[in-house]
Nanobody, 125 residues
Framework: EGELMESGGGSVQAGGSLRLSCVAS????????MAWFRQAPGKQRLRVAR????????AYDASVNGRFTIGQDNGNHSIFLQMDRLKPEDTAMYYC??????????????????WGRGTQVTVDS
């Protein structure tokens, strides 16, 4: 039950890259679920990427698969989201989130109980 804080958002031209970081107040221990969500005005919140720190399983939404990469930084103190070949449709507020696995999986959205305050990503065409 630690604090999360995102950084790295900004404005970029289509086709460019950004790297988001989410710093935890404590170390991210094994067995935790970590994820990046995004929400654009008028759109539903979408989980774009997640990592299961127990088995290192990674998963991506189809809309970003092949362009985004989730991983850990700073000796398990943070996670990142590397975003390449950005598109205008990627424009959104991006949030990092954490939770405990449910029945050994990190799939259910409701298990993400800890949230950062978000960082804005704007992709200009």
């Amino acid at each position: 039950e630690g604090e999360l804080m995102e950084s790295g958002g900004g404005s970029v031209q289509a086709g460019g890259s950004l790297r988001l970081s989410c710093v935890a107040s404590g170390d991210i221990d094994s067995g935790r679920c970590m994820a990046w969500f995004r929400q654009a005005p008028g759109k539903q919140r979408l989980r774009v990427a997640r990592i299961d720190t127990l088995d290192r399983t990674l998963a991506y939404d189809a809309s970003v698969n092949g362009r985004f990469t989730i991983g850990q930084d700073n000796g398990n103190h943070s996670i990142f989201l590397q975003m390449d070949r950005l598109k205008p449709e990627d424009t959104a507020m991006y949030y990092c989130a954490a939770g405990r696995p449910h029945d050994g999986t990190c799939q259910p959205h409701w298990l993400y109980r800890s949230w950062g305050r978000g960082t804005q990503v704007t992709v200009d065409s």
